[in-house]
């Protein structure tokens, strides 16, 4: 079995008992690769650089950090301290960690947005100068040389971002050629799609036991979601941060991963109890049912 483990960026360093669990299942043979976040890491950086970091809201009413040239600077920075302190504490598990960035062989590849609509004062406008990009190919080639190796890779953005660079900025011949620059994306999303190129189990670490029906009550927790009225259900409750959740469970699981848990990063045992029965599993026949 083939696992990708999704980490939040606080816990990216001391992530509870998460270090422990990758080494158990390393151990057992599994092949295992951990994607992590970082967007409070970047929060701090900026506040300690006394950066305001700027927020805009999309025309569907979404919120979130624009990513100019300053901030994506940050956003290395804080993403490279992560994945550097991440990789260390798993070789202290034994854990024979690789760590690897979006751009790394372009192991995380599509077009860079360089403008987005945004919505200021109620009326929609494009913004330009963001860094940002949307993933459309996974090197799963270098992922699996490395676990076939007996490596762990660490993964994170950012990711390779693609744009065109014409001639006269510097490249040969007639036709237009591309430029490859670091670009934001977002890391469930990135883990989603590592899980879907892997045909890999995908686990949602996150700061609840999982997705309830009532957000304010822990005693509805949702187990299980096999079909298309049950992921519909799931759709309806999932509500702020893990509406962003759901939607990396949707892409990873009609990518090809056969499963996907969220589950409690608090837990003790926060990988092997997911992987156990805890949390919330979606299985992928819960999608395919919902396209036909």
Not at 160 to 168: D, I, Y
Request: charged share 25%; aromatic share 4%.
């Amino acid at each position: 079995m083939t696992v990708v483990i999704k980490v939040g960026g606080a816990r990216a360093v001391d992530p509870a008992g998460a270090l422990a669990d990758v080494a158990s299942l390393v151990e057992q043979g599994e092949q295992v690769v951990v994607v992590h976040g970082g967007s409070t890491k970047v929060d701090e950086t900026l506040e300690r650089l006394g950066i305001d970091p700027e927020y805009v809201e999309t025309p569907s009413g979404v919120v979130g950090r624009f990513t100019d040239e300053t901030t994506m600077e940050v956003f290395e920075m804080a993403f490279g301290h992560l994945n550097t302190r991440l990789v260390a504490g798993l070789q202290s598990e034994g854990v024979d960690a690789v760590g690897l960035n979006g751009v790394d062989g372009k192991l995380l590849y599509g077009p860079r947005k360089s403008a987005v609509r945004v919505v200021e004062d109620g009326k929609k406008k494009i913004k330009r100068g963001d860094h940002s990009g949307t993933i459309k190919q996974v090197n799963g080639d270098l992922l699996g040389s490395l676990l076939d190796d007996g490596y762990t890779p660490v993964a994170a953005p950012p990711m390779a971002g693609s744009e065109a660079r014409s001639a006269s900025e510097g490249s040969s011949g007639d036709e237009p050629r591309e430029q490859v620059i670091p670009v934001n994306t977002d890391a469930d999303r990135s883990a989603a799609a590592i899980a879907g190129e892997l045909d890999a189990t995908l686990v949602l670490l996150t700061d609840v036991e999982g997705v309830y029906e009532d957000p304010d009550d822990p005693a509805t927790l949702i187990e299980s979601v096999e079909t298309s009225e049950e992921w519909a259900a799931l759709e309806a409750a999932a509500e702020g941060f893990m509406g962003r959740k759901i939607m990396a469970a949707e892409e990873a699981l009609s990518g090809g991963a056969p499963e996907v848990v969220v589950a409690d990063a608090n837990a003790d045992t926060p990988i092997l109890s997911a992987l156990d029965g805890d949390g919330t599993h979606v299985q992928a026949s819960a999608v395919q049912e919902a396209d036909q």
